[in-house]
T-cell receptor, first 113, second 113 residues
Framework: DARVTQTPRHKVTEMGQEVTMRCQPILGHNTVFWYRQTMMQGLELLAYFRNRAPLDDSGMPKDRFSAEMPDATLATLKIQPSEPRDSAVYFC???????????FGPGTRLTVT | AQTVTQSQPEMSVQEAETVTLSCTYDTSESDYYLFWYKQPPSRQMILVIRQEAYKQQNATENRFSVNFQKAAKSFSLKISDSQLGDAAMYFCAYRRRNTPLVFGKGTRLSVIA
């Protein structure tokens, strides 16, 4: 049963610390999306990649967020330095260019105190 | 830019009854996909049903069906024979092929025993 995995599932950190979230897309999927869910903003796109190349990262605060795909099996989202307003659930999703569907990971709940 | 609007922040339904969740969207595109996702307390995003814009026939999945009105840009979800397990947040979403999802703000559905 192929699924998207995300680590960690929960993260509590202090303001100013670096946070790294990881995502393993489904094998064979060439498109990876990062979404953030907050009470105020709902679900919003942060960035997405196709064939490991970034296509759109306009949803990310550039000064503190960075997203990469070191290889086809790993996507990372880093926040440095973290702030309390970054507290949210971060979802990774993967898909293929020919499919309509995106498969979501379980999310990482981030709390910045 | 495409937008998705869910005008009902909360809805409730009696167990075994039928409920309809509303969604409207704005796009100038003719080829796109529409989705309803369910998010239970576990936070997992679960695809409930999808509709391809070029298909006139409304999609159905067991107790879930949609009323797709392309000209009116309306995409409502009907849940028949509601069950306690249907209680969750429901998100309407839009995407064109190979692009990220655009989500509505969600509707919280309560099911009353």
């Amino acid at each position: 049963d192929a699924r998207v995995t995300q680590t960690p599932r929960h993260k509590v950190t202090e303001m100013g610390q670096e946070v790294t979230m990881r995502c393993q897309p489904i094998l064979g999927h060439n498109t990876v999306f990062w979404y953030r869910q907050t009470m105020m903003q709902g679900l919003e796109l942060l960035a997405y990649f196709r064939n490991r190349a970034p296509l759109d990262d306009s949803g990310m605060p550039k000064d503190r967020f960075s997203a990469e795909m070191p290889d086809a099996t790993l996507a990372t989202l880093k926040i440095q330095p973290s702030e309390p307003r970054d507290s949210a659930v971060y979802f990774c999703a993967s898909g293929t260019g020919s499919s309509y569907e995106q498969y979501f990971g379980p999310g990482t709940r981030l709390t910045v105190t | 830019a495409q937008t998705v609007t869910q005008s009902q922040p909360e809805m409730s339904v009696q167990e075994a009854e039928t409920v309809t969740l509303s969604c409207t969207y704005d796009t100038s595109e003719s080829d796109y996909y529409l989705f309803w996702y369910k998010q239970p307390p576990s936070r997992q995003m679960i695809l409930v049903i999808r509709q391809e814009a070029y298909k006139q026939q409304n999609a159905t999945e067991n107790r879930f069906s949609v009323n797709f009105q392309k000209a009116a840009k309306s995409f409502s979800l009907k849940i028949s024979d509601s069950q306690l397990g249907d209680a969750a947040m429901y998100f309407c979403a839009y995407r064109r092929r190979n692009t990220p999802l655009v989500f509505g703000k969600g509707t919280r559905l309560s099911v009353i025993a």
